[in-house]
């Protein structure tokens, strides 16, 4: 667990690094391109450039501009907008809260579909219910957020009135962008699902409960569910990171006023503070819900638990 939360803090720093050097990498001058998108002028004049740089720091060598920012950041101090002039946090909190909300939401969506889906092919391996799900499965992972939710905007806020085309302010505006961010987890999870389960049922001790007079139902709630959905808790991580990352189309798309949408926003406006900002707290957020499903996953492995115990 110590190797594991200093490996999770080192992956945090050298993020964070790497999205400070965005700025310095970039073409131009980086203290002129700051300069021109916070007072939104072509071109500054040397005393102009001169004086910024000075007030902020910006010849600093680059280490201590890293070391100074990031002591900023870790007591909640992000820096300030170069496009509204208010404090980053106070846009990157609020807009990681309805994120973390709507990636949750099909996180748990997917979860819950694809232990059914995978579950119910599995026992039924070879017979129409499992090539039936393995080819709807299949289908989905090739379909692009992009061109199914105007799709489906189009069909049930358009055509019949069902639910709203946008926005972040009732349960029913979360319909549409949770089912698409939770389709292509569904496709993954439950081909993991299956795979496990199908394992699971051939394997000695399955088979040994089945000979002590155990039940199939029971046996398949005791002892195969558990075992078969290992492969899928290693993998929850993963896409809870990619759709803290990957909501960017889909808050777009829906006018949500999440972190994806900020990020885009302000790579568009180069309010670089905030690009920077939203981030490094997605990755922050990633890899501590990365890191927790990790020690989940450990805990509930019978083989860990059996290891630990022998120990």
Not at 26 to 53: C, F, K
Not at 160 to 170: K, N, R, V
Request: aromatic share 6%.
């Amino acid at each position: 667990m110590l190797r594991r939360v200093l490996g999770l803090g080192a992956a945090v720093l050298l993020s964070s690094f790497a999205v400070f050097l965005v700025p310095f990498v970039s073409p131009g001058d980086p203290v002129r391109s700051l300069l021109r998108a916070r007072m939104d002028i072509g071109a500054a004049d040397e005393a102009t450039v001169q004086a910024y740089a000075e007030q902020f720091g910006l010849h600093d060598p680059m280490l201590v501009q890293f070391g100074r920012w990031l002591g900023r950041f870790a007591t909640g101090d992000m820096g300030i907008s170069h496009i509204s002039g208010t404090p980053v946090a106070d846009q990157v909190l609020p807009a990681i809260g309805v994120t973390l909300s709507l990636a949750g939401s099909a996180l748990l969506v997917a979860i819950v579909a694809s232990i059914l889906l995978g579950v119910a092919s599995a026992t039924r391996a070879g017979q129409w219910p499992d090539r039936l799900i393995t080819s709807i499965t299949h289908a989905l992972i090739a379909i692009p957020e992009y061109a199914l939710a105007p799709l489906l905007v189009l069909l049930f806020a358009v055509r019949f009135s069902l639910l709203p085309s946008a926005g972040f302010d009732s349960p029913a505006s979360l319909v549409l962008p949770v089912f698409i961010l939770a389709l292509r987890p569904i496709s993954f999870f439950t081909v993991a699902v299956r795979s496990g389960v199908c394992q699971a049922l051939d394997s000695e001790h399955v088979l040994a409960a089945r000979a002590r007079g155990l039940s199939s139902t029971h046996a398949l709630v005791r002892h195969v569910v558990p075992h078969g959905l290992l492969p899928l808790w290693t993998m929850v991580g993963v896409w809870f990171a990619g759709l803290l990352g990957g909501s960017v189309i889909v808050e777009v798309i829906f006018a949500i006023p999440g972190m994806g949408r900020l990020i885009f926003d302000s790579i568009v406006d180069a309010d670089i503070p905030v690009a920077q900002g939203g981030v490094v707290v997605v990755v922050a957020c990633a890899v501590v819900v990365t890191g927790i499903v990790d020690l989940v996953h450990k805990i509930s492995d019978p083989n860990v638990r059996i290891g630990v115990r022998h120990g």
